[in-house]
Antibody
Framework: QVQLVQSGAEVKKPGASVMVSCKASGYTFTNYYVHWVRQAPGQGLEWMGWMNPTTGDTNYAQKFQGRVTMTRLTSITTAYMELSSLRSDDTAVYYC???????????WGLGTTVTVSS | QSALTQPPSASGSPGQSVTISCSGTSSDLGDYNFVSWYQQHPGKAPKLMIYEVNKRPSGVPDRFSGSKSGNTASLTVSGLQAEDEADYYCSSYGGSNHLVFGGGTKLTVL
């Protein structure tokens, strides 16, 4: 079935980096941008950026410019999001989302919890 | 880019209708017809309910409808049911290949 399967929960120390993976199946991975969205505890959704799986092109929200890198490995239909220089306020559930329509994603991963704590 | 503005809460009784607003600016929501609405139950991933202002993906009940006027979009849930109790988020294409979300509205079915 159509799904995005994300990697498991992570605990990181401040200043470290984290990489979250997102494996797509059930649809043509290269036909749709992969978006990354995060949600801090008790807070709303925050868009981080997108990656074009065909070209590797990316577009990041200004807030994350310089700290986030979105990549992919098309041979295994997997997208990656790396966030560096982690701070405590980066503690959140990170979602990948794709397919659907123009800037409207109808397939979401279950989320990856990233906890930043010393 | 600033987040879109939603009321923090909304409520209605079973069978009633409730409307949730989402306000943006002439640079984002007001300039594009790419407004979406997502439903999120606690501990779950968001689910797309409305795209392109008023279109429903397959499987979404027609009790859910969307509209837009100027810089404000709205989601109406008619015939409220207990399972509609959730958080609802609007989003809009914000120009410059960016997406912006609203702060979310907690819908309570009384």
């Amino acid at each position: 079935q159509v799904q995005l399967v994300q990697s498991g929960a992570e605990v990181k120390k401040p200043g470290a980096s984290v990489m979250v993976s997102c494996k797509a199946s059930g649809y043509t991975f290269t036909n749709y941008y992969v978006h990354w969205v995060r949600q801090a505890p008790g807070q709303g959704l925050e868009w981080m950026g997108w990656m074009n799986p065909t070209t590797g092109d990316t577009n990041y929200a200004q807030k994350f410019q310089g700290r986030v890198t979105m990549t992919r490995l098309t041979s295994i239909t997997t997208a990656y999001m790396e966030l560096s220089s982690l701070r405590s306020d980066d503690t959140a559930v990170y979602y990948c989302a794709s397919r659907g329509y123009y800037y409207a994603m109808d397939v979401w991963g279950l989320g990856t919890t990233v906890t930043v704590s010393s | 880019q600033s987040a879109l503005t939603q009321p923090p809460s909304a409520s209605g009784s079973p069978g009633q209708s409730v409307t949730i607003s989402c306000s943006g600016t002439s640079s984002d929501l007001g300039d594009y017809n790419f407004v979406s609405w997502y439903q999120q139950h606690p501990g779950k991933a968001p689910k797309l309910m409305i795209y392109e202002v008023n279109k429903r993906p397959s499987g979404v009940p027609d009790r859910f409808s969307g509209s837009k006027s100027g810089n404000t979009a709205s989601l109406t849930v008619s015939g409220l049911q207990a399972e509609d109790e959730a958080d609802y988020y609007c989003s809009s294409y914000g120009g410059s290949n960016h997406l912006v979300f609203g702060g979310g509205t907690k819908l309570t079915v009384l």
